[in-house]
Nanobody, 120 residues
Framework: QLVQSGGGSVQAGGSLRLSCAVS????IGWVRQTPGKDREGVAA???????KYADSVKGRFTVTKDNANNTLYLQMNSLNPEDTATYYC????????????????????WGQGTRVTVSS
């Protein structure tokens, strides 16, 4: 339901940017998943409309929103191999159960996912 783009492969220390078309302004963000693990919140605009970050990406990742174009971005800098994952654009919509909890939001609507691979 969300359309995202970006991602790819990069060496450690490099940068990538992800984009996602989304019109709402809170409880939107990025969630990632590695094989065998649950999805984890990475960066998002929380219920208070403020940017929030997982501790593992603070200072390296930046989430922004271009309201004129209804596009959400995730700028990822200083990437390391531990950042390798499938990244999903995510939003909280409605009251459906399940999803991923992150910073006061229940992310239950997803983009198609994009692979980010960081080599050492």
């Amino acid at each position: 339901q969300l359309v995202q783009s970006g991602g790819g492969s990069v060496q450690a220390g490099g940068s990538l940017r992800l984009s996602c078309a989304v019109s709402q302004n809170n409880c939107i963000g990025w969630v990632r998943q590695t094989p065998g693990k649950d999805r984890e919140g990475v960066a998002a605009f929380g219920f208070d409309f403020r940017p929030k970050y997982a501790d593992s990406v603070k200072g390296r990742f930046t989430v922004t929103k271009d309201n004129a174009n209804n596009t959400l971005y995730l700028q990822m800098n200083s990437l390391n191999p531990e950042d390798t994952a499938t990244y999903y654009c995510a939003a909280e919509r409605g009251n459906s159960p399940g999803g991923t909890l992150f910073q006061g939001c229940r992310f239950n609507t997803w983009g198609q996912g994009t692979r980010v691979t960081v080599s050492s």
